[in-house]
């Protein structure tokens, strides 16, 4: 799944990427924006970073992502 940044999205599960850090479980449910979607990686498994409602900025894996309609 491609993200653009500026789109907004949802941590919506763990994820199963070697990158997930127990800290991240508290993430889940949380809203945030693509700030750097790393596509000129172009690699789908790839990290992206984003910015979460009152928690900063973290680098993500993709498949705990969703894209959200707000």
């Known amino acids: 799944m491609a993200f653009r940044r500026g789109e907004k999205v949802e941590v919506f599960q763990r994820s199963s ?3 997930w850090e127990t800290y991240m479980d508290r993430f889940i449910g949380l809203h945030g924006i693509i700030t750097d ?3 000129a990686i172009n690699d789908p498994d790839a990290l992206v970073e984003v910015s ?3 928690k900063g ?3 993500l894996p993709q498949d ?3 894209r959200i309609d707000e």
């Open 17 to 19: 990427d070697e990158s």
């Open 64 to 66: 705990c992502l969703r």
């Open 52 to 54: 979460l409602e009152g």
């Open 57 to 59: 900025t973290h680098r």
């Open 37 to 39: 979607p790393d596509t």
